[in-house]
Nanobody, 123 residues
Framework: VQLQAFGGGLVQAGGSLRLSCAAS????????MGWFRQAPGKEREFVAG????????YYADSVKGRFTISRDNAKNTVYLQMNSLKPEDTAVYYC?????????????????WGQGTQVTVSS
């Protein structure tokens, strides 16, 4: 499966952005989808994950209550709605796909990755 993330940009603290990740190739609905991020000088970290049918979601504590992951299998797309953004949310955001029933927080459990989209939150 090929993944392409887009929707990043520059936003002021307290603002919102919506990231999208479009998938092509093998059957999208079979995959758990996740969002990760990597800030300069830091390791890539888990942000949010969603099960194949959207019935289960999981969030990192740092974004819980502010970010919402969702998916539209008819459009082969997963979304990350980010509200109340903080400067510490600044990072390159990646979407990833995992051919498995369960959401994972370890990046090495994911099989396919998109190219990343930059999110910058100014104070």
């Amino acid at each position: 499966v090929q993944l392409q993330a887009f929707g990043g940009g520059l936003v002021q603290a307290g603002g919102s952005l919506r990231l999208s990740c479009a998938a092509s190739g093998r059957i999208f609905s079979r995959y758990v989808m996740g969002w990760f991020r990597q800030a300069p000088g830091k390791e890539r970290e888990f942000v949010a994950g969603i099960s194949w049918n959207g019935g289960s979601t999981y969030y990192a504590d740092s974004v819980k209550g502010r970010f919402t992951i969702s998916r539209d299998n008819a459009k082969n797309t997963v979304y990350l709605q980010m509200n109340s953004l903080k400067p510490e949310d600044t990072a390159v955001y990646y979407c990833a796909a995992r051919l498995n029933r369960f959401i994972a927080v370890d990046q090495y459990e994911y099989d396919y990755w998109g190219q990343g989209t930059q999110v910058t939150v100014s104070s």
